[in-house]
């Protein structure tokens, strides 16, 4: 095995997806089972990415592989010199797991889709659609410079636009893909800046050259405070995409696309996009830059955790489980610990995609019924989709045995630690209170979707288990959401080969100078061109202090939330009703999504539809105004001209030409062809000379 053959690999794992969208799309409406083809190539995408994924292992190790070719280039530009634009592959670690991730997801996806989406009108649109989503997150991941990573960040916005309103017909889903389309536009405006500050700094895009100026002192206008600037900047694009607090609204109003499309944005691609790009770019994010960054990933992890509380459908507290859960991993990101953020990221796609897809499963198996209030007793008609949906929700709420614990155990261990040297303790509390808020509202889903009574016997004795093609991925991603993929350790991810052996980035190992000011006691500690607090030996003892207390805490507030889910659902020992009456305000508060969208509407939408209106009114009133006035004084100078024209200007003419003619007619008379009359007017002519001259 050669670097050669792994980059023509990586080229594969890119590009079959995109032929497969083109030859779906082309052929859909005159070829039916041409959908067949589109399956077919993320099965061939997804073995190749298997095989790059144990080759990269097995034969490189922590050996990064970059190829890259010019694209264009410009010689010698004014102020700058000679531009030239790269584009090109990085495989490394995190490359290869990051492409095993997101072509396992989309393969399971295509596969469940073939039954959920059976029968629907644009079938092999679909998934055409499917196929350049998934080209369009493979190119996020293996792209070596930002300039590529941008172009292809485009592609998944414009994919989900396609796929989010994919049933445009509908209000509700057209107005879904135009509200993600719009808000991620937001999102990417900040971090093409950021882009342009990296380019106009560096003069390239290139991830390892930005690194490599940037460890000998090059900083963006000679500022640490344009390296905050330009690293929050960049992270704009990850709360686009990611869904982070202020820019979460998109996401659960996408669950109007196909159930299986929910799937696949919510778990590998367009969502854990964001958390990619800041683990690519993490080597030089400031202190002030991860500070910021951990801030908005407790928001994101907390907000949206309190709303899914009284959420009733099915999907929509399943999003709202997303955007908490990737705040988990931003916060992770923000607090240093880069490892268990991607850790959870890949944990986390595995569950919550059998989650999505089980949701799926139920709404096919209730007649696409997505109130939980309208179902219940479902473990008994869809008992393997219930063991997938329980597994995975043990993992999301971090019961011992399953990934989930792991990963998230992690980033509770990595926000106490960090809590612990510098005293932001409310990173751990408000990870631990979503702790538990997950496994309550997880456990209240699940009891009434599957326990107890049914509430519509019609569709109840209707209800029967999916087919095989939806109910194998389930059953693979419930497998997969054990811990033993990960660790041979239950207890400690550390110990496994995930963490210690395949998540590695050299990159990230030379950060910006002060990275982290840690305060112990009295005396600060702090270190010109340190090393990520991951790397000091005071942040890995107090790592080693953490894992216990986090551990016994994480799972004792995730036995407390599941047992209240029960206590209140399941046992009914407590009257929901009478405590909603009680707590109305709060309750409303939550169920209305904290008022987010009614804020926006009646702030940066009225604000926009109001500029919107004024400046139709002023081009109606005044631009066209302006127009129609010009176009009425023209008009009247015209008539003027043309009747001064026409009077005076012709006038004078035609008078010119009337007097030639009567001069004409006059003289006519006195041509009469005889030589004696002409002789008689020259003696005439002579008498009246000489008679004027004699007077002189």
């Not at 614990?405 to 751990?428: E, N, R, V």
């Not at 009914?572 to 009456?581: A, E, G, T, W, Y």
Request: aromatic share 16%; glycine share 6%; with cysteine.
């Amino acid at each position: 095995m050669n670097e050669i053959t792994l980059i023509n690999i990586a080229i594969a794992v890119l590009f079959l997806p995109l032929l497969g969208f083109i030859v779906t799309l082309l052929l859909g409406k005159k070829v039916k089972p041409i959908f067949v083809f589109e399956n077919v190539v993320i099965t061939i995408s997804f073995i190749a990415a298997v095989y790059l994924l144990y080759s990269k292992l097995a034969f490189f190790g922590d050996n990064s592989i970059t190829s890259e070719f010019e694209w264009f280039s410009f010689k010698n530009t004014p102020f700058i010199g000679d531009i030239s634009f790269k584009l090109g592959f990085l495989i490394d670690n995190i490359t290869a797991l990051m492409l095993f991730v997101v072509a396992l997801i989309s393969m399971l996806v295509h596969f469940f889709s073939i039954a959920y989406m059976k029968g629907d009108e644009r079938y092999n649109r679909y998934f055409a659609y499917l196929g350049i989503f998934t080209f369009s997150m493979n190119g996020i991941v293996l792209t070596n410079n930002i300039l590529m990573m941008y172009i292809f960040w485009e592609l998944v916005g414009l994919s989900s636009y396609l796929l989010i309103g994919f049933w445009f017909e509908k209000k509700s889903a057209s107005d879904a893909g135009k509200k993600a389309f719009i808000v991620n536009r937001v999102g990417d405006l900040g971090m093409f800046a950021g882009i342009l500050i990296l380019f106009l700094t560096y003069s390239t895009f290139s991830f390892s050259e930005i690194f490599a100026q940037l460890s000998n002192g090059v900083l963006p206008f000679n500022s640490q405070f344009w390296l905050t600037v330009t690293g929050i900047l960049l992270f704009c694009g990850a709360i686009g995409k990611s869904a982070q607090f202020p820019l979460h609204v998109w996401l659960p109003d996408a669950m109007e696309g196909p159930t299986p499309v929910s799937a696949l944005i919510h778990a590998a691609t367009m969502v854990a996009a964001g958390v990619y790009l800041v683990i690519r770019i993490f080597g030089f994010l400031t202190a002030d830059a991860m500070l910021f960054i951990a801030v908005i990933g407790m928001l994101s992890a907390f907000i949206p955790a309190t709303i899914a509380l009284t959420q009733n459908d099915i999907k929509k507290v399943l999003a709202y489980s997303t955007v908490s859960q990737l705040g988990y991993m931003v916060m992770a990101l923000g607090v240093g610990a880069y490892k268990f953020a991607f850790f959870h990221l890949i944990t986390h796609a595995f569950f919550k995609a059998c989650l999505f897809l089980g949701s799926g499963s139920v709404i096919h198996a209730m007649h696409h019924e997505q109130d939980i209030t309208k179902m219940g007793g479902l473990r008994k008609k869809l008992p393997l989709t219930y063991a997938t949906f329980l597994i995975s929700s043990l993992a999301i709420s971090g019961i011992p045995l399953t990934s989930g614990f792991l990963s998230k155990d992690g980033i509770l261990a990595s926000s106490y630690a960090f809590a612990s040297l510098t005293g932001h303790w409310l990173f751990p509390t408000v990870g631990f209170l979503v702790a538990l808020l997950t496994a309550f509202y997880m456990f209240r889903l699940i009891i009434l979707t599957f326990h107890g009574q049914p509430q519509d016997q019609h569709k109840f004795e209707h209800a029967h288990e999916s087919p095989f093609a939806m109910v194998m991925p389930l059953v693979v991603l419930a497998l997969l959401s054990f811990f033993f993929w990960y660790t041979p350790n239950p207890i400690n991810a550390g110990s496994g080969w995930v963490l210690t052996k395949w998540i590695e980035n050299p990159e990230l190992h030379t950060p910006p100078s002060s990275r982290f000011e840690f305060m112990n006691g009295d005396e600060e500690i702090h270190s010109e061109n340190s090393h990520p607090p991951m790397y000091s030996n005071l942040y890995s003892e107090a790592m080693h202090s953490a894992h216990y207390p986090a551990m016994i805490l994480s799972l004792i507030v995730a036995i407390l939330g599941i047992f209240l889910a029960f206590y209140v659902y399941q046992w009914k020992k407590i009257n929901v009703d009478n405590i909603v009456v009680k707590i109305k305000p709060i309750y409303e508060f939550s169920l209305n999504k904290w008022y987010f969208d009614e804020l926006y509407h009646s702030t940066f939408v009225a604000f926009t539809l109001g500029l919107s209106r004024f400046l139709a009114w002023f081009d109606l009133k005044i631009i066209d105004g302006i127009v129609d006035g010009s176009a009425s004084i023209t008009k009247i100078f015209s008539s003027f001209i043309g009747g001064f024209d026409r009077i005076v200007i012709d006038g004078f003419v035609n008078f010119t030409a009337y007097f030639s003619g009567f001069i004409g007619i006059l003289f006519r008379k006195f041509q009469t062809g005889k030589v004696q009359t002409y002789i008689l007017f020259v003696i005439f002519s002579i008498v009246i000379l000489l008679f004027v001259f004699k007077n002189f």
